[in-house]
């Protein structure tokens, strides 16, 4: 798992002014919305006795934990102790992690790192996939709806599979792959910067769709069926993109992968179409509940599978598991996760918690640990330990193509 990165976490629709606790790798947080609407994230621990946050109120820009009544501000510094006299000031060390939130896409994203603000990494710009918000998106003539779907699986191994081209024609057989025509094009691999960062893993392929069935089958009588256009792709760290251009229309899912914790994942999607958008489509043909009901196929589809993998999570080592050419777009995934690795970003989650006792809770550090030096002894949680860089993987094998 890597730190100092933008993740997505949740919808916006869901953040309010009422608590709202999520886990991303093994970290409780808290995201509410100030006074302005503003959205703010927190590590859900109460510095004083644990209290979880998430349980209490929100008064004006702070959260008031439910304990006791210690109230924290935006930045995470304690501004309220009830039970103290007139007078007596508030301790330096009376304050939790907050971590940079924004709302972008419709979605509320969290940097869990502790670097200062120019040096981060950059949410990467959706603008050109026509994500620049849900209502945006809908005034061009898309229709947009969205979900979730729960793994027992680790976050990693979820993500490489929505990009995973050759996949379709066995796992998929029974939905939009073809078991006749498994075969996977030669395709180039997109690579996009932003500065020093990569922010878009991509490729486009063309595939052999089966034989349409039911509604889609009245659609396309007596048509040809082209290859159907489709495009893949990876922003790192947690969202997945799938174009899809059908006979009648544009499909496109945005799926945020929140990694919850070493073994559980949740994506969350919205899907948008380009066709079915009128008033009588969603009425009569029920399209979007047909569209939810054929993505959430899909990704039931996948379960046993992403499931079943062994090992449970991605090796770090390229030659721990076979790869052949339509592998090459989750192998640059691979390499960029190394470089991470190599930048000491990385972490367990599964010593989030300290592995010897139930005594001891270990936080991402938050950007304010570095801003205010002043403040090293006067923080209360300890910092999730960052694990070494992998060596196992050697440096011509970070970045040789498949084969």
Known sequence: ??????????????????????EVMGQHLVIYRDSHGTPVAQS?????????????????????????????????????????????P??????????????????????LGDLAEADRPPIPDLSGEGLESVAAAEHSGMRSIRGEFAWNANFERVLENAVDIAHAPFVHAGSFGNPDSPEVEDYEVEERYDGEYLVEIAATVNLVAPAPSGVWALLSRGKERPPVRTRTAIFPPNLSMLEVNTPIGQIKIFTFIVPVDEHHSV??????????????????????????????????????????????????DLSAELHVKADALQLVYRRWRQAGLDKGWGFDE?????????????????????????????????EVEAAEARRDVAPEQRTESAT
């Open 350 to 382: 599964h010593i989030v918690s300290d592995p010897d006792s139930e005594r001891v809770v270990r936080v991402i550090p938050s950007p304010a640990r570095r801003e205010h030096p002043e403040l090293a002894n006067a923080w209360v949680l300890k």
């Open 267 to 316: 994506s969350k999607w919205r899907m948008f179409r380009s066709f079915f958008t009128a008033p009588w489509a969603i009425t009569l043909l029920r399209a979007d509940k047909d569209s939810w009901r054929r993505t959430n196929k899909i990704f039931l589809e996948d379960q046993p599978t992403v499931e079943g993998q062994r090992p449970e999570l991605v090796p770090f």
């Open 1 to 22: 798992m890597l730190k100092n990165h933008w993740y997505a976490v949740e919808f916006g629709e869901e953040v309010t002014d009422t608590p709202h606790k999520t």
């Open 90 to 111: 508030i301790p330096k060390k009376a304050r939790v992690d907050a971590y940079p939130c924004v709302e972008r896409y419709g979605m509320i994203f969290v940097f």
């Open 44 to 88: 859900d621990i109460c510095i004083h006795r644990g209290g979880p946050l998430s349980g209490g109120k929100v008064k004006g820009d702070c959260i008031e934990c439910p304990y006791h009544g210690w109230q924290y501000d935006p930045s995470g510094r304690c501004t309220v102790i009830p039970a103290n006299r007139e007078g007596l």
